[in-house]
Structure formats: C-alpha cells, structure tokens
C-alpha cells in the first residue's frame, strides 16, 4: 500500500491459525493475545501452548489408577466382551496406549473406569437451570445445579437424558398456546459428545451445561485446536484427544460416528425444526455453543402468527413467543408495526391493559 504523505511501503501479512509453534529470529516464542505479543519464556507456558493447539494431549498422562483396576471395571468388562479379541485385555490396552508402564492413562480412565472423576475430579458435566431468557444468577437459579459423572459413553449418554428431560418441563407460549419446548435430540447429542471427547483434560474444570427458557449453553473447556476456527469449525477436523475419540467409536452403539460430520449433523438437525442455528464462540480457555429456541422467522412474523388464531396481543405474549426479554425491544417492534398498519393498538383502554390487534394492512396470507 502506498500514501502521498509518506515515503515507503507497507505491507499487510496475514497469518492463518495452525498447529504449530514459531519461533522468532532470536529463536524466542510469542503468543499473539489482542493488541500483546506475549513471551512464551517458561517451560510451563510453552506446555500449554502445545496444549492449546493439540500438540500435545493431556489424554497420554498417567493417573493414580492400576491397570488390574480398569481391567476389573464393569465398562472395561462389558466392553471387553463384545470388542476386544481373545487376545489377553491387558496387552490390549497396552497396544492402544491407552496405559503406561502399570498405570492408566487419562484416556483409558475416561474410557473404561466405571468412576473416572474419583480420579479426575473435574472430568464430569454439570447441568444448571435458569428461569429467565436472560443473564444468569442466583435468583433465577432453579434448584441445585446437577452433576453427571461416569465413562465416557454413559457420561454423554446420560448428560443428554437429563438435558431434554429439564427442557420438556420449560413451557413455551406458541400461536396456539403453551407448549413443551423442542430442541432437536441429534442436536444435543452430537454438541455434547463433541464437549466432551475434544475437551482439553488438564483443565481444572467440567463441562458445563446451562440451560435457559430460551436457549441452551454447552461450554468446554479448552480452546479450539490447531487451524480449527469458529468460521471453518463446519469444515476442518483436528482431534485434540485421538485415542479417546478412536476408541469411543469402538463402543457398541457409539455416540460419535468418527467422520467428522458431528457439528454438522447439529446445524441439520436445528434447521429442520426451523431453528436458529447453533453460534459457536471461543471464550476464556474454552469453547461456548449455544442452542437458541429461535424459530428462524423474524418477530414480527411470530406476532402476525399469534393474530391469525387470537383476537389480540400484548407485550407480555408477544415476549414470550419471540423469546425476546426486553419490554422496551417489543414497544418497538410493536411501534414499527403500527407505522406500517399491519397492527394497531385497541382504543380506550388503561396503559396496564394495552393491547394490539390487526390493523388495515394485516396480511391476509
């Protein structure tokens, strides 16, 4: 790029994510964070950097657990029985390295330990419920958050049986009245069987699950690794944990296909309820989905809906079929269309009683 004010060039490089770690010409390393170009000078820095883009994987740490005790667990067992060959178990488990020297190793734990979180505290699921569409507190916390613990493939399983279990009981106003909430199952599924086998192990927290009158979030924990971004997250594939997702689709009726098409199948599955799509972010040391009960269909068009099948709407109806919390968002949607004739306000009566109902332009199909 060239200016008339200045003499000289400059020049705009554009450096894409990927797995690897440069060094500079001084052999130093940096890690690039907002507007910081941050030194990477210690061993434990440089380690969880290799962690952060998959270079390493904590799956290959060993665990206070003994071979003879995950060969003794009832997942191992049932497992066992219908995959592993008649080969002996323990030179099975060595061969997929999923042990070392007499120990497990964190991808043998999850796996195939009835209880990994007696070992790995924070391998488990915690699922919150929140009675508002908005930020969550205390106040709007529902009961006690629950915990899901176990091997993996009992772990995704039983996360997913509680989710939709809480979201059947959530209430929704629909054109013809209060129905249950519906989220796609394949959905769920497949977000949380990804949260669960490409999470980042060394990280001292859980899965966190929180699910609001309006949408369902499903955090992570570990950033997105290697040149796996929010923008081609649909199209790339980097497993941060291969053994773990390896030897998961070994399992009879195996929550994950292994072909890369989990998110995806996610996306479909909304679409075909004509939801909303799932927004993936990448937040503080994790990765953040969530699932809004969005119907694709603008506010407006939600209202007009309501008014085919009833007489009139207020703000407090009109709130709950758009899933919008603001008071003051709906006064506007409802001022616009008004503008437009397409409603208009019921006459002579109180502010606390304020009302719409069709206007001269309501369209008739």
Not at 54 to 80: T, W, Y
Not at 309 to 328: P, Q, Y
Request: hydrophobic residues 40%; aromatic residues 6%; neutral net charge.
């Amino acid at each position: 790029m060239k200016t008339d004010h200045y003499p000289g060039l400059v020049l705009a490089c554009e450096i894409f994510k990927n797995q690897y770690i440069w060094k500079d010409t001084q052999g130093d390393i940096y890690l690039r964070r907002g507007a910081q170009s941050l030194k990477q000078d210690t061993y434990e820095k440089q380690e969880r950097l290799k962690l952060n883009k998959g270079i390493l994987s904590h799956e290959d740490a060993k665990v206070d657990m003994l071979v003879e005790e995950l060969l003794a667990s009832d997942a191992f067992l049932q497992f066992a029985e219908v995959i592993v060959p008649k080969a002996d178990p323990k030179m099975w488990l060595q061969k997929q390295k999923v042990v070392r020297d007499s120990n497990a190793t964190v991808a043998g734990l999850v796996l195939f330990a009835d209880e990994p979180q007696s070992v790995l505290p924070k391998a488990a699921v915690k699922i919150a419920r929140y009675r508002t569409s908005d930020q969550p507190s205390r106040a709007t916390l529902e009961g006690q958050p629950s915990t899901i613990e176990g091997c993996v493939v009992n772990l995704i399983k039983d996360t997913v049986d509680e989710i939709i279990k809480i979201v059947e009981r959530i209430p929704v106003m629909k054109d013809t009245g209060l129905k249950s909430v519906q989220y796609p199952r394949n959905a769920i599924h497949e977000i949380i069987t990804n949260a669960i086998i490409h999470r980042d192990y060394s990280i001292n927290d859980d899965v966190h699950v929180r699910i609001f009158d309006n949408r369902i979030e499903i955090y992570s924990p570990g950033p997105l690794p290697a040149h796996v971004t929010v923008d081609n997250i649909l199209d790339e594939r980097f497993a941060r944990n291969q053994k773990i997702v390896r030897l998961t689709n070994k399992f009879p009726d195996a929550p994950n296909k292994d072909v890369g098409e989990g998110l995806n199948t996610a996306f479909e599955a909304m679409r075909d309820l004509q939801l909303k799509d799932p927004v993936v972010s990448q937040v503080t040391n994790g990765v953040l989905v969530v699932l809004k009960h969005e119907k694709l269909a603008e506010p407006e068009q939600s209202i007009i809906n309501f008014l085919r099948d009833n007489d009139e709407i207020n703000n407090s109806k009109a709130r709950a079929i758009t899933f919008i919390g603001s008071e003051n968002k709906v006064k506007n949607i409802f001022r616009k269309m008004m503008m437009a004739n397409i409603i208009e306000r019921i006459p002579d009566r109180s502010q606390a009683k304020t009302g719409y109902r069709k206007g001269s332009s309501f369209p008739d199909n």
